[in-house]
């Protein structure tokens, strides 16, 4: 959700990769952020500048008015807490972690876990994170 005044919230974020969990988050939450692509191809995930955000050299990394946080479960979970009122605690790194789990058949396509994620799939902000992502994958940033 782009925002004219600068959000307190931005994600450094490469498409498609983990960090597509973030940005589902942050679509749940419904708070204006802004989004710093990193282009894992051309390095920049290695870049000084970048490490200085997170020196595992990987994304995604939070920054939340200056509080760095990095690993996409972390911040999911620091994002409810921040935002409690949208009574997120750890459903979007479940239900991600069940989506790409069947995706790479790493998981059972058990019924429930079908019948789950196909409700996820209703859900608008996962939608807006999967058109946002494919667009970013047109643009060449990932
Ligand atoms: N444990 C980290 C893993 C993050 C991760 O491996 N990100 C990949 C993209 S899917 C990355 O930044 N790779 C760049 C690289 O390894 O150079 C998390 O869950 O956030």
Redesign the pocket.
Known sequence: MPNEQKPRLKLYH?SP???SITLWMLEELGEPYAIELID?KKGE??EPAYLAINPM????ALDDDGIIV????AICCYLADAFPKAGLAADVVIGSGLRWGMLFKLLPEWPEFVAYTRRLAQRPALQQQIARDEAFARQGAG
């Open positions: 490469a990769s983990r960090s894992l995930q290695l050299g990987k994304v995604p990095t690993e996409g479960a």
